[in-house]
């Protein structure tokens, strides 16, 4: 089992920085691959970025690849999303997911994921 706890999310200005972070309990987290989604009013929940349980591979989606870095500390059980040159259309809540460690598909789906956040908002202001 693997609870998640969102911190971090703000309101900022366009071109502004923000570091989300998400803590985890469990020994499983340092066994799993970690994501961030995010889900915009209205909309779908969607894929933003990724992270091996070594993190040594990174995965992000085209929307966020080169403006946003993930990374986690397995020491202490922590994940963050960097988020680098703000958009407006970045507002949303953020969600971290952690898979169950023993799970072998893909990494960009909401369905590959079994542990969730209760999410985080951050909102960018024009």
């Known amino acids: 089992q693997v609870q998640l706890v969102e911190s971090g999310g703000g309101l900022v200005q366009a071109g502004d920085s923000l570091r989300i972070s998400c803590a985890a309990s469990g020994r499983m987290f340092s066994r799993t691959i970690m994501g961030w989604f995010r889900q915009a009013p209205g909309k779908e929940r969607e894929f933003g970025a990724a992270?091996?349980?070594?993190?040594?591979?990174?995965y992000y989606a085209d929307s966020v690849k080169g403006r946003f870095t993930i990374s986690r500390d397995n020491a202490k059980n922590t994940v963050y999303l960097q988020m680098n040159s703000l958009k407006p259309e970045d507002t949303a809540t953020y969600y971290c997911?952690?898979?169950?460690?023993?799970?072998?598909?893909?990494?960009?789906?909401?369905?590959?994921?079994?542990?969730w956040g209760q999410g985080t908002q951050v909102t960018v202001a024009s």
């Open positions: 992270i091996s349980w070594s993190g040594d591979s990174t």
């Open positions: 997911a952690a898979q169950n460690p023993y799970y072998t598909g893909a990494y960009y789906y909401t369905s590959d994921y079994s542990y």
